[in-house]
């Protein structure tokens, strides 16, 4: 795909755009490098789909030591494990990785985390391993609380519609913005916090056709996602989190978010990096 837009400096790597039952792609990671260098982690897919895609993309699981995450569904974050893992084994002195999310979801990532067989001590601030050294700070964070990630790099998020805890993030550096829903539903209150962005990265589960579909499983429609992107006045939209019936043709999903935002619409595949 080609660039959608004149770069403002950050690259988007899309490791993982599927919805949580899809078989046909990776679950949800997403590496915002921002125009300062950094790379922060949004959600950390299952499985190994961060350490493998993020190696054929030329990242290192050492280079991700900001996590931002949406929410505690398995698909977003059961992959934490293993990134934990595999930055204590390349580089022990590592400084711990901070995960940021809501107090709600970082007590379901202490449960995931607490396994006996990870040889992990959880407690309330994060993870340690076998030797004391902490690998994990969670960072609890407030909707609307703006936390400083780096000295050029900030971030803010806001609940949306999807379970108990669920937050959509903004992440702002160089005097531009990229914002991601997580999983939600139709979520009105998404506009304010993507107000202006360069990219809003929004859920796309089905068309409008599906609608109440997407309503039972708390997930939202191409439509609803372009309505967002047009209400936030934002550069650019992509579609991600996408279902099985989608993988293959995903125009679909594309020409109705079209259809309602002005702006260039994307939908994501895993491993294409976005330059915005
Ligand atoms: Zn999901
Ligand atoms: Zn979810």
Redesign the pocket.
Known sequence: MEDNLATTGFTISYLGTG??GCIMRN??AIVVECPTGERILLDAASGNTVLRHGQALGMSPTDFDHCLLSHS?A??CEGLPHIEMQRSRRNPAEQPMQLYGSERALADIGTLLALPTRGLNVDADGALRTDGRRSITFRPTEPGEWVQLTPGVRARCAPVNHIGGAIAWRVESGGHAVVFSG?TRWCPELADLAHGATLLIHEAFCTEDDRSQADNVAHATAAEAGRIAQMAGVGSLTLT?IDNAFHADTEPLAAEARSVYDGPVAVAEDCWQQRV
Do not use: P, V
């Open positions: 919805s949580g679950h949800t569904h698909d977003h999983d989190h």
